[in-house]
């Protein structure tokens, strides 16, 4: 599992250490592991590294330190390196050291901006020290225009490789927020801790891919921000049946979705739980959906029944459900029912405070937007886009329910709130019907968990949240190899990582040579 902490947290972290008197070899630390991480970047991409055209944009702080040392060292090594200082100042020791190693010097101004963003194009890389954590608000001028440069080449294709230190340069450390400008990376080397920032909306989409590299803080981080499950975790949470097992130990899902205008979205739920793997589907909804459940998924047991009226270990209600009154009842009934419960779609509406952290609302931003709107808060889907760690917790607080924010990096928020993000997704799950593969993902999750209830911790049905989504975007990815995805063919790449996470050797039979008995 990754652990995240915000820039703030970082910051901290480092102090007692400056205090002493290390700030230079923590700096060293991250350089090193700055010029390390881009000349392997700079190998993959040209053959070698001898030779290779660098940019340094370099501010005025330590993050232009950091980048000014990684520069010097990659000149040292055949790298032709130009620092482009965005501040009238730089860290001097730094700068010095990258004159040393040949690399050559100017200052960014309004009358050579042109020329340096020309520069920064020509290169193969550029290196992003421009801001880090110390940093507050967007790129200001003249950085500003050539950050829109660069950003506008990689949109169109070309341009350098972008690296940035420590982290995009504009975005908030805290929370991934891009109050301005930033310039977009293909890789975030970042030093000390991933920091929330390059884990959560803008941020995480700025980032490109993530390298952390240890400088020796771990001692004084304390407790994380936000984390992300990774393959581990992963293996840990997906169900597997025991020889002991029957179907209703398993865990019995049940759905509660779809309606005569919108049956797919049923289908696509049962479907995905199915794939995940549950002891049974218990599908109550119109007679008319029933049956084409029925002929797609054989297996699931359908009645028109309500909630209060059948046993089932988890509910997962809303998708498909659309306007119809008996199916937002079951939604209605499944939130009060005490049991785990996915609440997605349409009947995330029907949400509000009161509920528990077993309730798993599972919006994108314009469900939440509008929940949030019910409750009075005044947000925008813009604002929510903008800053989901702060929505995402803050509808979890006020609802009382986890919550799984859909989106690039989709954020599962605990009430009390712990947080994770998970990226595993493509871009080509922005589909119709992919959010309801999810809820089936998850949906089985909640049926199939058997942690024991007092080790159930306050961020426990996150984690199960940040779980789905993370198999999800997997199982997206898979599909995506072969072209666009189509949710409702995703059931064999879940099923495939299901198999794959949760492969272990069976008991099998012995056979001891020594016994005499072999053969
Ligand atoms: N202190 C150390 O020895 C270490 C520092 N580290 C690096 O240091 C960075 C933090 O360094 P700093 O605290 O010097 O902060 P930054 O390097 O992020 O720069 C802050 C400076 O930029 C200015 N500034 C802030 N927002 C601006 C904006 N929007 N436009 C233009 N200028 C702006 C501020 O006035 C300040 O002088 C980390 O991100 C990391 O890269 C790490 O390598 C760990 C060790
Ligand atoms: N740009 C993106 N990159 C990766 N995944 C995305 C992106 N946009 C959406 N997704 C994923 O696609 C799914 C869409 O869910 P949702 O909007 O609820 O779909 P639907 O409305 O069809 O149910 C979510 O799992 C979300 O995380
Ligand atoms: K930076």
Redesign the pocket.
């Known amino acids: 599992m990754i652990s995240a902490y915000t820039?703030t947290a970082v910051?901290r972290a480092?102090a007692p250490l400056?205090a002493e008197g290390r700030?230079?070899e923590?700096?060293q630390r991250?350089a090193y592991g700055l010029h390390a991480a881009a000349a392997s970047a700079l190998k993959t991409r040209r053959g070698r590294l001898y030779g290779a055209r660098l940019v340094v944009l370099a501010?005025?702080?330590?993050?232009?330190?950091?980048a000014l040392y990684a520069a010097a060292r990659l000149a040292a090594r055949g790298v032709a390196a130009e620092a482009v200082l965005t501040?009238p100042t730089a860290h001097p020791e730094a700068l010095a050291a990258f004159r040393t190693q040949g690399g050559t010097v100017r200052e960014l101004t309004e009358v050579n901006a042109a020329e340096c963003a020309a520069a920064c194009l020509a290169a193969d890389a550029v290196l992003d020290?421009v801001?880090?954590?110390?940093?507050?608000?967007?790129?200001?001028s003249p950085v500003r225009a050539l950050a829109e440069e660069l950003n506008a080449a990689r949109e169109r294709g070309a341009g350098p490789l972008v690296i940035a230190?420590?982290?995009p340069s504009?975005v908030d450390?805290d929370t991934g927020r891009m109050p301005g400008t930033c310039l977009h990376a293909d890789m975030t080397v970042t030093?000390?801790a991933v920091k929330t920032g390059l884990l959560a909306g803008p941020g995480a989409v700025a980032a490109g891919s993530i390298h952390c590299i240890d400088?020796g803080l771990g001692d004084y981080l304390g407790t994380p921000d936000a984390y992300r499950l990774q393959e581990a975790e992963l293996a840990r949470i997906l169900p597997v049946p025991d020889r002991a097992d029957h179907k209703y130990s398993r865990g019995v899902l049940g759905i509660a979705a779809g309606s005569s205008a919108y049956p797919g979205a049923a289908l696509m739920a049962t479907g995905a739980a199915l794939a995940t793997g549950v002891g049974m589907v218990r599908y109550l909804g119109p007679e008319g959906v029933a049956r084409l459940i029925n002929l797609a998924h054989p297996e699931a047991v359908c009645s028109t029944g309500t909630v209060n009226g059948t046993h089932v270990q988890a509910w997962l209600a809303g998708p498909g459900a659309g306007d119809d009154e008996e199916q937002r009842r079951r939604a209605v009934d499944a939130m009060a029912s005490g049991l785990p419960a996915v609440i997605d779609a349409d009947a995330v509406a029907a949400a509000g405070p009161g509920l528990h952290p077993a309730v798993v609302l599972t919006p994108h931003a314009g469900e939440l937007t509008a929940l949030l709107r019910s409750m009075g808060e005044e947000v925008s889907r813009t604002d929510i886009e903008g800053d989901p760690v702060r929505f995402a917790r803050l509808a979890a607080q006020r609802t009382g329910a986890t919550v799984l924010l859909k989106g690039w990096a989709t954020l599962a928020a605990a009430p009390t709130g712990e947080l994770y993000s998970q990226a595993e997704a493509t871009p080509w799950l922005a589909t119709a019907g992919s959010g309801d593969t999810l809820s089936g993902i998850l949906g089985a999750l909640l049926a199939t968990d058997r942690t024991p209830a007092d080790r159930r911790g306050p961020g426990h049905y996150a984690r199960l949240a940040a779980a789905a989504a993370s198999l999800h975007g997997r199982a997206g990815s898979l599909a995506a190899a072969a072209g666009p995805v189509a949710p409702s063919r995703l059931d064999p790449q879940i099923r495939s990582l299901v198999a794959e996470f949760t492969a272990h050797p069976g008991p099998g039979i012995q056979v001891s040579s020594k016994s005499g008995v072999e053969k």
Do not use: K, V, Y
């Open positions: 820039g910051r480092e400056l700030g230079a923590l700096m991250a501010g005025s702080g330590n993050n232009g330190g950091d501040a020290g801001l880090g954590t110390g940093g507050s608000g967007g790129l200001r230190c420590d982290l504009g450390a030093f000390g400088i």
